[in-house]
C-alpha cells in the first residue's frame, strides 16, 4: 500500500468510527467537529470554516444550526463587527466536554488495540504527523499547494 491509500482508508475507517461511536441521533458529525474545535473563548467564523476545511457559508449554516440547538451564540468580533465570533454556550460546553470524554475513551480503546512495545512509536509518528501538516496547513500558501493536487 502507497501513502495515497492508506491515507484514504484511515480516513474512511476513522470517520465511519467518529460516526458510531461519537455521534448520535442527535448530533451529526460535522457538528462534532465544530464543537471540538471552538476553543473556550470562541472563534471567529472563518477560522473555524478555515480549521474545518469548509467555506464560510457552510460554516455559517453549521452554526446556524448549533445555534437552533442552544449549543452556541454568534457575537460581533472584539475589533471588527463585521466578524462574527462563535461562542459556546453553558449547554455547549457541556456537549463539548462529554464528546471529548468519548473521543477520549476511543482513543484508550485504539491505544489497546495497539502492540504495547510500538505505542509510544507510533503516537510520536502520527503526532510529528498531525503537527506538520497542521502547520502547513494554517498557512494559505500551503493550502493552495496542496489543492493543487486535487
Given amino acids: ?5 492508506v491515507l484514504s482508508s484511515f480516513l474512511v475507517d476513522l470517520q465511519r468510527l467518529f460516526r458510531v461511536v461519537i455521534c448520535d441521533r442527535n ?3 460535522s457538528q462534532v467537529l465544530a464543537l471540538v474545535s471552538i476553543p473556550n473563548d470562541g472563534i471567529e467564523m472563518s477560522s473555524l470554516a478555515r480549521i474545518l476545511g469548509i467555506d464560510n457559508s457552510t460554516a455559517t449554516r453549521l452554526v446556524i444550526r448549533l445555534e437552533k440547538k442552544n449549543w452556541v451564540l454568534r457575537k460581533p468580533g ?3 463587527l463585521r466578524v462574527s465570533k462563535v461562542i459556546l454556550t453553558v449547554k455547549g ?5 462529554k464528546l471529548e470524554k468519548k473521543i477520549e475513551t476511543l482513543g484508550q480503546r485504539i491505544e489497546n488495540e495497539v502492540d504495547s512495545a510500538k505505542r509510544d512509536e507510533i503516537l510520536q509518528a ?3 504527523f498531525q503537527d506538520r501538516k497542521s502547520t502547513r496547513l494554517n ?3 500551503a493550502l493552495i499547494s496542496y489543492a493543487v493536487f486535487c
Avoid at 1 to 5: D, Q, S, V
Avoid at 93 to 97: A, E, L, S, V
Fill in 139 to 141: 498557512s494559505s500558501h
Fill in 1 to 5: 500500500m502507497n501513502y495515497g491509500e
Fill in 93 to 97: 460546553q457541556n456537549i463539548q466536554t
Fill in 126 to 128: 502520527l503526532s510529528s
Fill in 27 to 29: 448530533i451529526t458529525y
Fill in 78 to 80: 472584539d475589533l471588527d
